[in-house]
Nanobody, 119 residues
Framework: QVQLVESGGALVQPGGSLRLSCAAS????????MRWYRQAPGKQRDVVAL???????NYAASVKGRFTISRDNAKNTVYLQMNSLKPEDTAVYYC?????????????WGQGTQVTVSS
């Protein structure tokens, strides 16, 4: 079984910064691409940023230049550094990963962490 556990969500003022973390644990051989999604109330879940196993990042247009995704493969952890936060960044942020286990390649979600940007 593989678990993804996010942390770092909080209430922050507009213009502020937060760093989200997502750590993978359990029994697996390797972790492939990792992603951050977010879902605001009443809206669909959208990808925010993704990073390949080799560290190549990609970002949604709405966060490019403000958010930075990174990963530490030794710690099986992906991070999302969020700067210049706006009220429209308010959402539940979810971690997602492709993971290779004895059953083959599968995908996993974290439980989500709330980010609220408000004055």
């Amino acid at each position: 079984q593989v678990q993804l556990v996010e942390s770092g969500g909080a209430l922050v003022q507009p213009g502020g910064s937060l760093r989200l973390s997502c750590a993978a644990s359990g029994s697996f051989f390797a972790i492939g691409e990792m992603r951050w999604y977010r879902q605001a109330p009443g809206k669909q879940r959208d990808v925010v940023a993704l990073i390949s196993s080799s560290g190549s990042p990609n970002y949604a247009a709405s966060v490019k230049g403000r958010f930075t995704i990174s990963r530490d493969n030794a710690k099986n952890t992906v991070y999302l550094q969020m700067n210049s936060l706006k009220p429209e960044d308010t959402a539940v942020y979810y971690c997602f990963a492709f993971v290779r286990t004895t059953r083959g390649l599968d995908n996993y979600w974290g439980q989500g962490t709330q980010v609220t940007v408000s004055s």
